[in-house]
C-alpha cells in the first residue's frame, strides 16, 4: 500500500515531465533562468533574421530559382524562432499544448524541409564549385578576349575592304533589292564615279541614270542574278561622258536567313580599251587572212602538237588537194612531198615544216610536190617555230615559193652558159690574136706619140726661128728706111710683125693643146688657195682690176699642172676680154659627193648663149683677131683638160650680164 503512492507520484512526475516544454527543467535551476532567457531571445531573433534575409537575397538574385524549397526552410527557421520565442514565454506562463502544436508544426515543416532537400542533392550536388566557377569565369574571360579579337579582326577586315572599295581601279557599286522588284543604287565607290562621271547615284534607278535601252538591259541582267541566286559575269556596253565604254561586270547576290535576295555586290572592269585592241585585232586578223589568202607564196602552219593549223590557197593550189589534220607520219605521202630530184619521197625528218617544229630555223630548202593530178612543182622554203612571249614554242610556220620556172631558166642558162664557154673559149683565142695587134699596135702609136713630139717641138722650133727671123728683118728695115717710109707703109710693116706675133702664139697653142692629157704628172696635195694667187701674180693684172678668191678653197690631191692650166687660161680671158673701168673677177669652190665644183665669174660683157658651145672649139672666136688678137685655143685646152680628169665644164652667160664657167674637178685622182 505505500508503494502505490510512492510509484503514482513517480509517475505522476513523468508524465509532467513529459509534458514540459523544451528548457522547462531550468525551472528548478533558478541560477540558469538568466542565462537561458538571453540565449533563446538572441535565438529567436536569429530565427527571425535568416528567413528574412534569405527570402531578401532570393528576390534580388534573378539566377537563382525561387522555389517551394526556400519556403519550407524559410518556414523550418521560422517556426523554429517561433518555439524558441514559446520557450522564453513558457518559464512565467506555461501552456505545453501550444508549445507542443508549435514543436509538432517544427516537426513536420522541418521533415518536409529535409525531404524536399533530399530531392534537391542532385542539383545541389551538380552546382560548379569554387574550382570550376574560377575555370569557368576564366574560360568566359578568354572568349571575351577571343570575342574581342575578333572584334579588332573585323574591325581591320572592315578598314581593309573599306580600303579596297575606296582604292580599288574596279568600278563597284551597290544595289538594294525592292520589294516590288525595282532596282535602286546605294553607292558608288570612287573608281565607278571616275570612270563614269556619275556622282549622284544613291536611291536611283536604272532608268535615272542611263538611256531606256540600256538601262533596261541592266534590269534583265539583275533580275537573272536574283533568279539563278549566283555570281553571272558578262559584257556590256554603256553610254557614259557622251561616249559608249565597254565593261566586264560580275553581279553577286545577298540572300537573307529567308533565302530573298536583297542586295547585289557588282564590280566592273573597264575594257574599252580591250575591245578596241579587240577590234583593231580583228582588223588585222582578217587583214592577214586576206593578204595569206592572195599571196602566191604557199604559207602553212601547225601547232605544238604537229595539227595542221592553216594552209593558204596557194599552198592548196601547189598540191591540188584540200586541207587535212593528218599527223607527221603521213604528210609526205598525202601532199606527195619529194627530195629535189624527184625520185625520193621526203621523210618526215626532212620536211622543213617538221624541222622548224621541231626548233630547227629553215632557210632555202628544196623539194618536189609532185602531185597525182598535176603538174610536178619544184618549191623553196623558208620556215621558224613559233614562239610566245614566255619562250614556249607554240608549233611552226613554213612559207614555200614556186621556183619551178626559175629552175627551168637556170637550166635554160645553163645550157646557154656552156654554149657560151665554147663561145668564149673561140672568141679567147681570136681575142689573142687581137691582143698581139694591139700591142703593136699601141708600139707603134707611143712611136708615132713620141715622134709627133718630136715634130711639135722641131716644127715649133724650125717655124719661129724665120718668123723671128722675119719679124727682125721687117724691124731693121723700118729703121733704115725710117726717113724715107709713109705712114702707110709703116702701118704695113706693124701688121706684119702682128701676123708674126699671132702665128708664134697659134705655133705656141698648138704645142701646148697637143699636150694636154699626154704629159703625165704624179698627184701632189694642192692647195688651190695657194695655187691661184701664184697665179695671179704671174699675170699682168690691170690697176682697176679686182680679182676676189673666196676663202673655203680646198686642199687635195690632184694633178696641179692641168689644174694650174685651166685657171690660169680662164682668168686670162676673163682679163681679155672685160672691157668695163672697174672689172672683178670672183673665183669660189663647192665640194659635192665626189668632186670639187670651181667657178671663175666676172662682169664683163659677156657672151650670147648661142656660142656657148663655139667658144670651146679650137680657133674658134667671136671677134675678128684683127680687132681682139686671140688664137681660139685657149679654152679648147681648158675643155680638153678637164675632160682628162673626169670633170665636165659649163658656161652661164648673157649678153651685158657677165660670164661665169664652172666645172668640176675629182677629189681624188685614181691612180
Known sequence: MNEFPIIALHLSTQKMASFMPHGM?????????SLHLISNGIIALSYFSIPIILVYILRKREDIPFDGLFFLFSAFILFCGIGHSFDI?????PNYWVSGAIRLLTALVSSATAIALARKIPQILSLPSSTQINNLNQQLQEKVNTLEEQQTIIRQQEQFLRSIYDNVQEAIFVVNVAEDEKFYYQGFNPAAKTLTGVTDVENKTPSQLLPTDAALAIENRYKECIVSKSSISYEECLPFQDRDTWWLTTLNPLANETGNIYRIIGTSLNITQRKQAETELDKEKNFLQTLLENLSDGIVSCDENGVLTLINQATQVFHGLPHQNIPADQWSEYY???????????PKEDIPLFRALEGESVRDVEMMIIPKQGNPRVLLANGDPIIDRYDNKIGAVVAMRDITNQKQIEQRLSQLNSELEERIQERTAELEQVNLLLLATM??????????????????????????????????????????????????????RGRVHRLENLINGLLSYSRVGRIKSQPESVDVGKMLTTIIDSLDVPHNFEIQIQENMPTFVTESIPLQQVFNNLISNAIKHSE????KIIISSKALDNYYEFA???????????????????????????????????????KKAIGNQGGNIVVDSQVGQGTTFRFTWPKKKDD
Open 336 to 346: 606527195d612531198l619529194y627530195r629535189p630530184d624527184g625520185k625520193k619521197m621526203m
Open 89 to 93: 514565454w513558457n518559464l512565467w506562463h
Open 580 to 583: 668695163c673701168d672697174h672689172g
Open 443 to 496: 708600139s707603134t702609136l707611143e712611136k708615132r706619140n713620141q715622134e709627133l713630139d718630136q715634130f711639135a717641138y722641131v716644127t715649133s722650133h724650125d717655124l719661129k726661128a724665120p718668123l723671128r727671123a722675119i719679124a727682125n728683118l721687117s724691124q731693121w728695115i723700118e729703121e733704115d728706111l725710117e726717113d724715107k717710109l709713109d705712114e702707110d707703109t709703116r702701118h704695113n710693116m706693124n701688121l706684119l
Open 600 to 638: 671663175v665669174s666676172d662682169n664683163g660683157q659677156g657672151i650670147d648663149p648661142q656660142y656657148h658651145e663655139r667658144i670651146f672649139t679650137i680657133f674658134q672666136t667671136l671677134e675678128a683677131r684683127d680687132k681682139k688678137e686671140s688664137t681660139g685655143i685657149g679654152l679648147a685646152i681648158v
Open 25 to 33: 527543467c531550468y525551472l528548478w535551476k533558478p541560477g540558469l533562468i
